[in-house]
């Protein structure tokens, strides 16, 4: 056999490494990728159209089911570019609050992504373990919202309810055992031989290429770009917390895990900053006609009913004009950009996805490389379906 | 970034003056509506330019004007959300295309990033990016007629397969 034969096989989109609906054509030589193709669509549902056709307010349980590993983040940005276009200034307990919950998202998106990621590099009790830690998270969502995954518990202009009674004691206990065990898992991982020589200089990409490439978040700060949109542009508070950025200097997909593991303690560091300095206060900004007033005060007070059945029947007005806000999510730059003709539904939102834009640049971190790294580069990138199709 | 605003206004005045409509800074955010034609000379001065070291393209993203008094300008709005790195500042081109064949050169021979995003803005809004290397569809199933984002593409019309109202579609939407 002389010439060479290149043969094209089908990987997803039913397979179990691409995490979820993703599929890539792969054209191999042997053992090597000549070209990649990602096909995404699979679960697309037409989110951003959904959303034109609701209420401000209705349009919010939409986010949640993008990243569902995240819905914290995106009620957030979701709720910040509203505020934004509404001018709604929210309390200090509010924004302290959703910094605190922000960073639990990021908590619980990245151990399901070392669960994950270890699972598909052969490392099965990862899973295990981090799945066990992420139950605490997702009982601090229940506690707040009623929901472990579905939140919306990010409201505009506040929250949907006043934080639980023991918020405080729950995160603290999760901060105090997630630090725990983020030792255990670093003993499992860090310096395992098998899990090394499947990641190290392995989806390399520079930093010139990430740029480039639009990539944000991990991938990005992967590649030694310190970019991250909670120092670089702070929304929300996060001016008020002491935290560093985590970033890596070879591309790697090794980096990115040491970077990941990093920010998950920065994380609990925000967490325990935020619960140590909550300021008291009201849960929800007063704007009337604008801002749903408290359900206390909407059973007892006959201008709040009012106001409440107002803004659930026909919402509010926003001036004419677009917007645009930016969350450093967990998995990169979350960006909603809503355009509002001036009537009370939203005449475009767009959600700028981290995880579509990041997985355009698969083909540029596998092609040349072996067959068995496609898995380890689809999951250091750390896509969401539900996200990347919406 | 205090400043930064000035430093783009001047350059874009100083070297793309015939090419700027207007400038908008609704909300404090600061995007230039340009002329389609001049697109790609502006991001690529922009992106040359070391004082304002525009690098990342953060998004392109597109809206519908159809039946709104907005559309007299142009009835598609090509938004390019644009950002630098080192000056940690972000503002947005506009562009407005008509509503017969809209069409707009790519970014791609800049931007690797603006290849998913052209496709997408694409398959959802139907404007077509000249001289993409593969501008196809990408969210949307193959045997999808039109194009879902536009305005008049009905909001609960389910087609072929799920065909319970395909003989009586729905009013269209607005």
């Known amino acids: 056999m002389t010439e060479s034969k290149t043969i094209t096989i089908n990987m997803g989109p039913q397979h179990p490494a691409t995490h979820g609906v993703l599929r890539v054509v792969l054209e191999i030589e042997g053992e090597t990728v000549v070209k990649a193709r990602p096909v995404v669509g699979y679960l697309h549902t037409g989110i951003e159209k959904t959303m034109e056709s609701k209420l401000y307010y209705k349009a919010l349980p939409a986010t949640d089911r993008m990243d569902y590993l995240a819905p914290m983040s995106n009620n957030l940005g979701y709720c910040l570019a509203v505020e934004s276009l509404m001018e709604i200034e929210v309390p200090d307990k509010v924004k302290w609050a959703?910094?605190?919950?922000?960073?639990?998202?990021?908590?619980?998106?990245?151990?399901?992504?070392?669960?994950?990621?270890?699972?598909?590099?052969?490392?099965m009790s990862m899973l295990l373990y981090t799945f066990r830690e992420r139950e605490l998270v997702l009982d601090i969502y229940e506690a707040c919202g009623g929901q472990r995954m579905m939140t919306s518990y990010i409201r505009i202009g506040g929250l949907a309810h006043d934080l639980p009674p023991d918020f405080d004691k729950k995160v603290r206990n999760l901060t105090r055992i997630v630090r725990e065990r983020m030792h255990d898992y670093e003993t499992l991982l860090t310096n395992n031989e098998i899990f090394i020589n499947r990641t190290r200089g392995v989806a390399v990409i520079s930093a010139e290429d990430a740029i480039n490439y639009s990539l944000t978040g991990p991938m990005l700060r992967g590649s030694g770009v310190k970019h991250d949109l909670r120092k670089a542009n702070p929304y929300s508070g996060y001016e008020n917390f002491d935290f560093e950025v985590a970033f890596g200097t070879n591309g790697d997909a090794y980096d990115r895990y040491l970077l990941r593991l990093e920010e998950i303690r920065q994380s609990l560091r925000i967490c325990d900053q935020a619960i140590d300095g909550m300021p008291d206060g009201p849960y929800r900004a007063h704007?009337?006609?604008?801002?749903?007033?408290?359900?206390?005060?909407?059973?007892?007070?006959?201008?709040?009913?009012?106001?409440?059945?107002?803004?659930?029947?026909?919402?509010?007005?926003?001036?004419?004009?677009?917007?645009?806000?930016?969350?450093?999510?967990?998995?990169?730059?979350?960006?909603?950009?809503?355009?509002?003709?001036?009537?009370?539904?939203?005449?475009?939102?767009?959600?700028?996805?981290?995880?579509?834009?990041?997985?355009?640049?698969?083909?540029?971190?596998?092609?040349?490389?072996?067959?068995?790294?496609?898995?380890?580069?689809?999951?250091?990138?750390?896509?969401?379906?539900?996200?990347?199709?919406? | 970034m205090t400043g930064m605003e000035e430093k783009v206004r001047s350059f874009m005045k100083a070297n793309f003056a015939d090419a700027i409509i207007r400038e908008d800074d609704f909300r404090q955010q600061q995007s230039f509506y340009v002329k389609a034609e001049a697109l790609v000379d502006i991001c690529?001065?922009?992106?040359?330019?070391?004082?304002?070291?525009?690098?990342?393209?953060?998004?392109?993203?597109?809206?519908?004007?159809?039946?709104?008094?907005?559309?007299?300008?142009?009835?598609?709005?090509?938004?390019?959300?644009?950002?630098?790195?080192?000056?940690?500042?972000?503002?947005?081109?506009?562009?407005?295309?008509?509503?017969?064949?809209?069409?707009?050169?790519?970014?791609?021979?800049?931007?690797?990033?603006?290849?998913?995003?052209?496709?997408?803005?694409?398959?959802?809004?139907?404007?077509?990016?000249?001289?993409?290397?593969?501008?196809?569809?990408?969210?949307?199933?193959?045997?999808?007629?039109?194009?879902?984002?536009?305005?008049?593409?009905?909001?609960?019309?389910?087609?072929?397969?799920?065909?319970?109202?395909?003989d009586n579609p729905p009013e269209v939407m607005k």
Request: with cysteine; hydrophobic share 40%.
């Open chain 1, 287 to 390: 704007v009337p006609g604008v801002v749903l007033p408290p359900k206390e005060d909407v059973l007892y007070k006959m201008e709040s009913m009012i106001f409440h059945f107002k803004i659930i029947t026909e919402g509010f007005k926003a001036p004419f004009g677009a917007v645009y806000q930016a969350i450093e999510s967990p998995k990169g730059e979350l960006g909603f950009y809503i355009s509002s003709d001036g009537s009370n539904k939203p005449h475009r939102v767009r959600v700028r996805p981290p995880a579509f834009v990041n997985l355009a640049a698969l083909p540029r971190l596998v092609e040349g490389r072996l067959l068995s790294d496609v898995i380890c580069a689809i999951g250091s990138i750390d896509i969401v379906l539900g996200e990347v199709d919406r």
């Open chain 2, 44 to 166: 690529r001065a922009l992106y040359d330019e070391p004082e304002l070291d525009v690098r990342l393209l953060a998004d392109i993203t597109s809206l519908d004007w159809h039946g709104h008094p907005a559309a007299d300008e142009g009835r598609f709005e090509v938004v390019y959300n644009l950002y630098s790195l080192n000056h940690k500042y972000r503002f947005f081109l506009k562009v407005r295309l008509p509503a017969n064949a809209p069409r707009i050169a790519t970014l791609t021979d800049l931007w690797n990033g603006a290849n998913w995003m052209e496709r997408e803005v694409w398959d959802m809004m139907g404007i077509e990016f000249v001289g993409h290397p593969d501008l196809t569809k990408i969210l949307t199933p193959d045997e999808l007629e039109g194009h879902p984002l536009r305005r008049d593409f009905p909001l609960t019309w389910e087609q072929p397969q799920f065909s319970w109202n395909k």
């Open chain 1, 98 to 123: 959703r910094c605190c919950l922000a960073e639990l998202t990021r908590v619980n998106s990245h151990l399901v992504w070392l669960g994950t990621h270890a699972l598909d590099l052969g490392a």
